[in-house]
């Protein structure tokens, strides 16, 4: 089955706790991307990476990391969480950019 | 960077009516503006996209039309039923082949169908 999983799906953890979210597609699609959902603030794009070994900034990339070092995985890397990153987040992947994104089932996120 | 506003923020309509969401946007040089829609509890699905060589494109009840002077795009849905009842998501972004910008979302437009 084509699918995106991300793991763990909830997550409540400390301030300053080193975290990583996994992300993972079988679709073997060229571009990832990494989304927080807030109340009234509607998606917004943390980094994206059109292939491997290369990676861009979103909106807000501030307090975040990524990496892409094989076609199927983005891992998403929170070095020292805060409060303000509690959020529920989202990877998804397509084919090319401009293609369907196909969202992963989201990961919530809470950092006390 | 590019901004995108979306309205309106809420809209309820009669099951059967239509329903009309729009969205401004700030980068001309953005061609490309997907529209998601995410159920309650749910992940964001793609149900139209258009891209800036056409100005309308539709898919059975469902239509977007672009105007790239004005930079503006909106979704059309005919014949609203219970089921499209969500909230809903328009996008902008530029990509060539060299490459792309990342994909800017509006706040999310929450369509509520009345019985």
Redesign the interface.
């Known amino acids: 089955e084509a699918q995106v999983t991300q793991n763990p799906r909830y997550l409540i953890t400390v301030t300053g706790k080193k975290l990583t979210v996994t992300c993972s597609q079988n679709m073997n699609h060229e571009y990832m ?1 990494w ?1 927080r959902q807030d109340p ?6 943390i980094y ?1 990476s ?1 292939n491997v070994e290369v990676t ?4 807000v990339p501030e307090g975040y990391k990524v990496s892409r070092k094989e076609k199927r995985n983005f891992p998403l890397i929170l070095e020292s969480p805060s409060p303000n990153q509690t959020s529920l987040y ?1 990877c998804a992947s397509s084919a090319l ?2 293609d ?2 196909y ?4 990961t919530r996120l809470t950092v006390t | ?1 590019e901004n995108v506003e ?1 309205h309106p923020s809420t809209l309820s309509v009669q099951e059967g009516d239509s329903a009309v969401i729009k969205c401004t946007y700030s980068d001309s040089a953005s061609n ?1 503006f ?1 529209w ?1 829609k995410q159920e309650l509890g749910k ?4 149900i139209i ?1 258009i ?1 800036s060589n056409v100005g309308e494109k539709k898919d059975q009840r469902i239509a977007v039309t672009l105007n790239k002077t004005a930079k503006h795009f909106s979704l059309h849905i005919t014949e609203t039923q219970p089921e499209d009842s969500a909230v809903y ?1 328009c ?1 902008a ?1 530029m ?1 060539s082949g060299g ?2 910008d ?7 437009t929450h369509l509520i169908i009345q019985p």
Do not use: H
């Open positions: 991307s989304y009234g603030l509607g998606l917004r794009q994206y059109m861009d900034k979103g909106d989202f950019f401009r369907e994104q969202f992963g089932p989201g | 960077g979306q490309y997907p998601y992940r964001p699905q793609l996209d891209r998501f996008a972004s990509w490459g792309a990342g994909l800017t979302f509006g706040k999310g």
